[in-house]
């Protein structure tokens, strides 16, 4: 089981999720209408470190943030 | 070092404390940034979201930038509300000499806009109402899409 959080502006609680990977996480949420619209601008990290791939495997009570655009100052 | 404070950010102090704090480090230079709230678009004010841990590690490594540079960096920066001509947030580098200060502000807040973990809202007519249009993805962005 992996949490998902949405950060800033996304107004969505947290999911918990039996995934294996972002590919399946990304399959899950285009589905999902109050994130889906997210997707495009949403930097995604793993246990707080943005990562860049989607192939990296994920592991029980792994915690995944999607941070979308940011502005400082 | 930074600094996170609920509301509006005291800048004389700061820039005070700073100060006193490396009096004695033997640093040439003291560059600091204020950004301060101003009039546009009949806002109120501006209301910032900040997730700690990624601003953390972003502001960690920058700190680490600026010590290969024989540098140091400060920052500091408002959560929740900051109203018309009160202040949110504050950068400032220490260094030996004027030109490393002067290239490391301006690029440390460049990477700041467009990296650090922190959402901002126009605060207008009693509403937050989140500034996507002034806001920027960060890189790597789209990955799930």
Same mark, same amino acid.
């Given at each position: 089981?992996?949490?998902?959080?949405?950060?800033?502006?996304?107004?969505?609680?947290?999911?918990?999720?039996?995934?294996?990977?972002?590919?399946? %996480?990304? &399959?899950? #949420? $285009?589905?999902?209408?109050?994130? @889906?619209?997210?997707?495009?601008? +949403?930097?995604?990290?793993?246990?707080?470190?943005?990562?860049?791939? %989607?192939? &990296?495997? #994920? $592991?029980?009570?792994?915690?995944? @943030?999607?941070?979308?655009?940011? +502005?400082?100052? | 070092?930074?600094?996170?404070?609920?509301?509006?950010?005291?800048?004389?102090?700061?820039?005070?404390?700073?100060?006193?704090?490396?009096?004695?480090?033997?640093?040439?230079?003291?560059?600091?940034?204020?950004?301060?709230?101003?009039?546009?678009?009949?806002?109120?004010?501006?209301?910032?979201?900040?997730?700690?841990?990624?601003?953390?590690?972003?502001?960690?490594?920058?700190?680490?930038?600026?010590?290969?540079?024989?540098?140091?960096?400060?920052?500091?920066?408002?959560?929740?509300?900051?109203?018309?001509?009160?202040?949110?947030?504050?950068?400032?580098?220490?260094?030996?000499?004027?030109?490393?200060?002067?290239?490391?502000?301006?690029?440390?807040?460049?990477?700041?806009?467009?990296?650090?973990?922190?959402?901002?809202?126009?605060?207008?007519?009693?509403?937050?109402?989140?500034?996507?249009?002034?806001?920027?993805?960060?890189?790597?962005?789209?990955?799930?899409?």
């Amino acid at each position: 089981m992996v949490r998902v959080e949405f950060l800033g502006p996304i107004q969505k609680e947290p999911l918990e999720l039996e995934i294996n990977n972002l590919n399946e %996480l990304s &399959a899950v #949420l $285009k589905e999902d209408k109050e994130v @889906s619209e997210w997707l495009e601008s +949403c930097a995604v990290a793993v246990n707080d470190a943005l990562v860049t791939s %989607l192939e &990296a495997p #994920l $592991k029980d009570g792994d915690k995944i @943030s999607l941070l979308p655009p940011v +502005c400082g100052g | 070092m930074l600094q996170l404070y609920d509301g509006a950010l005291d800048v004389p102090t700061l820039l005070k404390e700073w100060h006193e704090e490396e009096a004695s480090s033997n640093y040439g230079a003291y560059i600091p940034f204020v950004g301060t709230v101003r009039s546009e678009d009949g806002i109120d004010g501006l209301s910032f979201d900040i997730y700690e841990p990624i601003l953390n590690s972003w502001f960690a490594s920058w700190q680490k930038k600026a010590e290969e540079q024989g540098a140091i960096i400060k920052m500091a920066h408002s959560r929740g509300d900051v109203m018309l001509h009160e202040s949110s947030y504050i950068a400032a580098v220490f260094s030996p000499k004027r030109r490393v200060a002067l290239e490391f502000i301006d690029s440390f807040v460049e990477d700041f806009k467009a990296s650090a973990p922190i959402w901002k809202y126009d605060l207008k007519e009693g509403k937050r109402v989140y500034a996507k249009e002034r806001s920027t993805a960060i890189k790597g962005s789209g990955l799930l899409a």
